[in-house]
């Protein structure tokens, strides 16, 4: 395979995607600058003291490490400056965050959680950087509003996620199919390694936190029996593989199949993780690649959120897989 790099993969597809402007080129350049640039933070954290917990906690709840501030940072400091922008959203904003005058402002929306799965860096555990990217609606001028923001994740222009591990991954999608590229050190070039990805109909694994199980409700628990006892189209009984990484557990179902599963229950009825910066750009990836994404109950990218940082439950992966759930929960009353 030709060390093909992501800007010239835009290129080449530039025809038939038409979100590949130079605004959006540019956009997607910087970034990836910040991506590498957290990579290299990761990368050296353990020697850097820049482990561990802030002490502070953010608009989620949720304790922030110190590599989460970091990596907010870092991206809020250079995508303001990209000069495509107008908006931003952040796990860790309570707030939208708009482009400050003094910045060139654009017509995208950039929606990110900046260190998905940061409490893992402690014990070296996979990390990412989950991204979505919307267009503010035609004819809005001015200020950008909450209302223009708030989109349902059909209307992504494109979405992803880059994966700190063994190897850094940029894998995103511009509605043109799934494609991974690999972050080679020596030239500091994402190149493509996983062109058209795709999700198997149907998988072996099941990805969930079974010791949240007494707080399911009553389809949830009769979705991980099913799973507990249903058979891989080779006849072989389901593995349970669960990370507690959002954007590892997803990647691993991206390559092999099979589903990710966070059950509402009764501590968060709504669900926990966040659908503008988690759920709908996965769910993105997910239906390009040939999967499907949802909520027990409805599509996930036909949901429009209601504020900034809502919640929702999320059954991700292998359309077969995802449709046994829906099937289980439809018997019951919503």
């Known amino acids: 395979m030709a060390d093909i ?20 080129t540019g956009l997607l350049y910087d970034l990836i600058l910040s991506g590498k640039t957290i990579s290299r933070r990761i990368n050296k954290a353990g020697l850097l003291d820049i482990l561990g917990g802030t002490g502070e906690v953010n608009v989620q709840g949720e304790n922030v490490q110190k590599m989460d501030s970091i990596a907010n940072r870092i991206l809020l ?5 990209c000069g495509a922008l107008c908006a931003m959203g952040s796990e860790e904003e309570p707030e939208l965050v708009r482009v400050r005058p003094e910045f060139p402002r654009g017509d995208y929306i950039l929606i990110f959680d900046p260190l998905d799965g940061s409490s893992n860096i402690d014990v070296n555990i996979n990390v990412g950087t989950i991204f979505s990217i919307l267009r503010r609606p035609a004819g809005c001028t001015g200020e950008v509003s909450l209302g223009e923001v708030l989109q349902p994740g059909m209307q992504q222009v494109a979405a992803g996620y880059i994966l700190y591990g063994p190897s850094t991954m940029l894998v995103f999608s511009t509605g043109q199919g799934v494609h991974g590229f690999t972050l080679d050190p ?12 795709r999700i198997p ?16 409700d009553e389809p949830a628990r009769e979705a991980v029996e099913w799973f507990h006892t249903c058979k891989s189209p080779e006849g072989k ?14 990647h691993r179902t991206l390559l092999y199949g099979g589903i990710y599963l966070y059950p509402p229950d009764k501590n968060k009825p709504n ?12 769910a993105f990836l997910a239906e390009q690649a040939g999967g499907k994404a949802s909520d027990g109950r409805r599509r996930i990218l036909e949901r429009r959120p209601e504020t900034l940082h809502a919640r929702t439950p999320l059954f991700i992966g292998s359309a077969r897989d995802v449709e046994a759930v829906e099937a289980i929960y439809a018997r019951y009353p919503a």
């Open 5 to 24: 790099t992501v800007t010239e993969h835009l290129l080449l597809h530039q025809k038939r995607s038409p979100q590949a402007t130079g605004q959006f």
């Open 77 to 81: 400091y250079r995508m303001e400056r």
């Open 186 to 197: 020596g030239v500091g070039e994402f190149l493509l390694s996983h062109p058209d990805m």
């Open 201 to 216: 109909e149907q998988g072996h694994i099941y990805s969930v936190n079974e010791g949240n199980r007494n707080n399911w």
């Open 237 to 250: 009984d389901y593995s349970a593989r669960y990370v507690g990484s959002l954007v590892a557990d997803f």
């Open 271 to 282: 669900g926990k993780l966040r659908m503008m910066c988690e759920a709908a750009p996965l």
